[in-house]
């Protein structure tokens, strides 16, 4: 079995890594091995819990390379292809092409720690430690959506609907170090009409009671998110208010570019076409790669 065109094409232009896939092609490679180990982990635990009804080695071949099919994966959440195209593409079926989707992004959301939070965790590092460190910044925290399938039932249409998007959406909530250096925390999935502030009041528990963060208007009222001057009703911001909103504005703007970063995965920028049980693997999946990618 040979590797397929894009691999080969990968392979002689690995500039072309970043705009095909996401992430460069040193990180690609670094990221193909990782999924490995995690994959032979993953098959020595099946072949545990199954009988097997035929001796190893011998049954139907995949009919790619486990290097394409990651590939093939990352090739969807970059570009948002059908699978059909990617099917086209690899020159598998339609059905073949989004079960190698489904396995390897699996695979990928825990080979990729999509926060420092998560990371730590993984690793069995200090937390406390982490918490302590975290407490010398100001994170900075804001919230996204991304619009959904409007929801058959009735009732479940009112759950999802954002009256500021006038869509159907899940909402995902960032967390990031000064300067967009890292992603500290994500909240992903939560539903659209869902305030910013409530989803952060339900997760602040995990931080220190004395760590600082900065937010937009959404977090005015919470003592531990400096947020922005807010117009006076029927007033004007003086001079100096204006003045030190754009400041603030200038130093906030780093979560806005984290968030812009996951985007640039399509598949997280453009309407959600996935079953909703692959929601928040996804996320943490074009987390990590954005982690990975820095």
């Known amino acids: 079995m040979s590797y397929s065109y894009t691999w080969t094409y990968l392979e002689s232009n690995p500039k072309q890594s970043k705009r095909l896939i996401g992430i460069n092609y040193e990180n690609f490679i670094q990221l193909i091995q990782s999924a490995k180990k995690i994959n032979e982990i993953h098959q020595e635990n099946v072949s545990e819990k199954k ?5 190893p080695g011998v049954g139907a071949k995949p009919k790619l390379l486990v290097e394409d099919q990651i590939l093939l994966t990352l090739i969807y959440l970059r570009q948002c292809l059908t699978f059909q195209m990617l099917g086209v593409h690899f020159h598998v079926s339609e059905s073949t092409a989004y079960n190698y989707f489904s396995y390897w992004q699996d695979i990928l959301s825990n080979a990729l720690p999509p926060s420092l939070i998560e990371h730590v965790k993984n690793n069995g590092e200090n937390e406390d ?3 302590q460190l975290l407490n010398e910044y100001e994170l900075i925290v804001d919230s996204e959506e991304q619009a959904i399938p409007r929801p058959k039932d009735y009732e479940e249409q009112k759950k999802f609907y954002s009256g500021k998007k006038k ?8 967390i990031v170090l000064p300067g967009g250096a ?10 659209g009409p869902k305030s910013d502030i409530n989803i952060w009041r339900e997760r602040k528990d995990i931080f220190n009671s004395e760590q600082k963060f900065a937010g937009d ?6 003592s531990q998110i400096k947020t922005p001057h807010k117009k006076p009703k029927k007033q004007e911001l003086t001079a100096e208010q204006k003045e030190e909103n754009q400041e603030f504005s200038s130093l906030r703007v780093f979560v806005e ?3 812009r970063l996951v985007k640039i995965f399509r598949v997280a920028g453009e309407r959600f076409r996935l079953k909703p049980d692959k929601y928040n693997s996804g996320i943490s999946t074009y987390c990590g790669l954005v982690r990975l990618r820095r």
């Open 129 to 131: 430690e982490l918490s």
């Open 182 to 191: 890292d992603i500290v925390d994500v909240v992903p999935g939560e539903r």
């Open 217 to 222: 208007q959404a977090y005015i009222g919470e």
């Open 257 to 259: 570019h984290a968030i």
């Open 51 to 55: 009988t097997l009804l035929i001796r």
């Open 167 to 174: 869509y159907h959406s899940l909402k995902n909530q960032f």
